[in-house]
């Protein structure tokens, strides 16, 4: 565990960049960050009575473990400055460059923050954190290390301000470190907290590891000794440490309830070998001589953890039958393990480390591009917390995907959180699923390690809309969402495709008339529409009525109307002599409808009305329905004036039953068959619907008058619906 360095100088500290930054502009930055961040310090005592300028020092010197790149470096020297010094963000901005000012203006306002409080303003700092994350994770990086620094001088706050400051840290900082990767940083972090947060365990553990060094040592020496000859022999290079485990891990161990004795027996080596094949293969060798431990052994490589964290891990009956847990890697796997996001900083080449480090959160901080989603559609500061709190912070689970592949997901989540997760698709055809090759149902509550497989079925509706209540994150919800908006729309293009079809056969105009490309683009250009699917949808929806289209459609194609038009005038005085009842000036064959709305009788002044495909219908010349219609009007006659039509009439009358047998028996004493009736009762009134046949309106209207001498009948009129 690094210890704060009261002693610490520039020269030590630049001794220590010297041996990863070669780049002589750069150092000579770090050096000028030094020299004005300890001028504006000069005179500046920290409590513990040094020169503040060790402060900022440490915070640089913590950040060497990760190689930090010159531009965190010297933000590290400056972070301070601001705060405490009154300098300008722009004097930074104008001595050191842009992006070393954002970093300590970063900095600077998340120092500000009051991360203790009550627990929505501890929430609302945490985004605030995170929203200084998200404009460059180094600011994140170098609070860790000023906390760090922090932590390691604890000693001279009070018990209060101490365990304030552990639980903030605990709460809030470690499990960003953990999520960025940044061990060597996280594991000092947990170590101080616990050792302010649960003193007497922290030293009771402390104690019994120091009580049992000097055997455990001997052990794992001897084990090295072991593997090493063993991996020499098969020609595989390698290196071998000793490892201790961390306090912060025996700790979480015994608080799960294992035995002290259980932990500490395990004794821990790690093996770092050049290439991935030899940490396979030294894996085997190490297998065929000790004899692992069955269910201990983890494939990291192949399924590294969310943070890119990759190794192997077994725990083997090594020498004496003791129990030796073995971490098999290559270096490059140890640096990430050990600097997490920030382990390609120092390899690459000079000015791309920035878009070298957007490219790493791109792939490392998918919870923090949740977050920031978040913060876009929840704004509520409540909603916003408990969402952060459940899949941020605490309850988040790792599961797997059949591949090995690990999704992250809030605890409680469903297989169909995983689905959506995994693809929209996969989430949209979802039929089942099988966690652990169990088949359970889809509201299953998935738990970390679970291997997760979802059943799909291309013929699949869709979701159900139970599955809304059903489902954790916000990512499933509102896929659910958009699925059901999708076939809604086309639901509604069917529904509009079926009422198009259906007043094209009505009008009997065949699709190819219809669709026929110039007429179609007319259309279009006159609707405003672009395709024939917004067309349809249109329609479906209700947005345009079915009358409109075919007005527009129709317009345009008047000729044939127009033809009819003229002829009609024209000829206006010739009678057609067909055998149809009603006769159309001028035109021979023309096919003939006598309109359902009105019924008109021979003997009824009519007017016909042109539909396109469909000939002439006849309706009478009070009718409302062509009134508004007359440029499509044609004069017709009736050639009869005797035909059992049907025709409608309404009759009122004061409610009494024997007028339903008077109006009938007036109807057969004029010879006229009644087809339908219906009654209407209500309190004072009764009104009858009724339909005739009648011969011509003479014969009607005769019938009408004989209903209204009934002595109950108040009226009785025709009926045009
Ligand atoms: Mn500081």
Not at 140 to 148: E, G, P, Q, T, W
Not at 212 to 228: F, G, L, Q, Y
Not at 400 to 411: A, H, K, M, N, R
Not at 451 to 479: D, F, Y
Request: neutral net charge; aromatic residues 6%; glycine residues 4%.
């Amino acid at each position: 565990m690094g210890k704060h360095q009261k002693d610490l100088t520039i020269e030590k500290l630049m001794k220590k960049i010297k041996s990863y930054i070669t780049d002589s502009d750069e150092l000579n930055v770090i050096e000028e960050a030094y020299n004005f961040a300890s001028i504006k310090h000069f005179g500046q005592k920290r409590l513990t009575g040094e020169d503040y300028i060790i402060h900022p020092l440490n915070v640089a010197y913590i950040l060497t473990r990760i190689s930090a790149d010159y531009e965190t470096l010297s933000a590290a020297l400056l972070h301070d400055v601001v705060e405490d010094c009154n300098v300008s963000i722009e004097e930074i901005e104008e001595k050191f460059g842009h992006n070393i000012s954002i970093l300590v203006d970063g900095v600077t306002k998340i120092n500000k923050l009051n991360l203790s409080g009550t627990t929505e303003a501890l929430i609302n700092n945490q985004r605030k954190i995170l929203v200084g994350l998200s404009e460059d994770v180094r600011v994140i990086i170098i609070k860790l290390a000023d906390r760090l620094n922090n932590m390691q001088t604890l000693f001279v706050h009070s018990e209060k301000k101490q365990k304030a400051t552990a639980r903030e840290t605990l709460d809030i900082l470690t499990p960003i470190a953990d999520r960025l990767g940044i061990n060597s940083i996280k594991q000092d972090l947990e170590e101080y907290c616990l050792r302010y947060l649960k003193p007497l365990e922290y030293y009771d553990i402390v104690e019994k590891l120091n009580a049992t060094k000097a055997e455990r040592d001997n052990s794992v020496a001897k084990m090295i000794e072991n593997v090493s000859d063993l991996l020499n022999k098969h020609d595989i290079k390698h290196e071998i440490k000793g490892r201790s485990k961390s306090i912060y891990s025996i700790y979480k161990k015994l608080e799960k309830g294992k035995r002290f004795s259980d932990i500490y027996d395990l004794l821990a080596l790690r093996i770092l070998v050049d290439t991935e094949q030899d940490c396979y293969q030294a894996l085997g060798i190490i297998h065929s001589k000790f004899r692992p431990k069955p269910k201990r052994f983890k494939d990291y490589i192949a399924m590294p953890k969310t943070n890119m964290y990759q190794s192997l891990h077994t725990t083997v009956f090594g020498v004496d039958g003791q129990l030796y847990e073995i971490q098999i890697r290559t270096y490059e796997m140890d640096r990430v393990a050990e600097y997490g996001i920030a382990s390609h900083w120092s390899y690459k080449e000079k000015g791309s480390v920035k878009a070298v480090m957007q490219n790493e959160m791109e792939q490392k901080l998918q919870f923090f591009r949740a977050i920031m989603d978040l913060k876009r559609e929840q704004d509520n500061p409540a909603d916003f917390v408990n969402t952060v709190k459940q899949e941020v912070f605490q309850n988040t689970i790792y599961v797997f995907t059949p591949l090995g592949d690990v999704i992250e997901l809030p605890s409680g989540s469903t297989p169909i959180d995983f689905a959506y997760k995994v693809h929209s698709n996969v989430g949209d055809k979802a039929t089942g699923a099988i966690v652990n090759s169990q088949i359970v149902p889809l509201d299953y509550e998935l738990k970390s390690d679970d291997i997760v497989k979802i059943i799909t079925n291309n013929n699949s509706v869709g979701p159900s809309r139970e599955w809304l209540n059903i489902v954790k994150t916000t990512q499933a919800k509102n896929k659910i969402k958009a699925f059901f908006n999708r076939v809604n729309k086309e639901e509604n293009i069917k529904k509009g495709e079926d009422i198009l079809s259906k007043e094209l056969r009505r009008q009997k105009i065949s699709n190819d008339e219809f669709f026929a490309d110039e007429k179609l683009k007319k259309l279009f250009a006159d609707l405003k529409f672009n395709s024939l699917n917004e067309l349809y949808g249109n329609l479906g929806s209700g947005k345009i009525s079915i009358t409109s289209v075919m007005d527009t459609y129709l317009k345009k194609e008047v000729s044939k109307e127009d033809k009819i038009l003229e002829k009609a005038t024209k000829g206006s005085q010739k009678q057609n002599a067909s055998n149809s009842l009603v006769g159309v000036a001028g035109i021979d064959d023309i096919k003939i409808n006598l309109a359902s709305c009105c019924n008109p009788v021979p003997g009824d002044r009519i007017v016909g009305y042109i539909t396109k495909g469909y000939g002439v219908t006849v309706h009478r010349m009070v009718c409302p329905n062509v009134a508004s219609l007359d440029e499509r009007l044609i004069e017709v006659n009736w050639n009869t004036d005797s035909s059992k039509l049907p025709t409608n009439i309404l009759v009122r009358s004061s409610s009494d039953n024997s007028s339903l047998i008077n109006i009938i028996s007036k109807a057969a004493n004029n010879d006229i068959p009644v087809r339908r009736f219906n009654s209407h009762k209500s309190k004072e009134d009764e009104a009858i619907e009724m339909t005739v046949l009648v011969d011509n309106k003479e014969q009607l209207i005769k019938l009408m008058n004989d209903i209204k001498m009934i002595s109950e009948v108040t009226d009785v009129e025709r009926l045009i619906k």
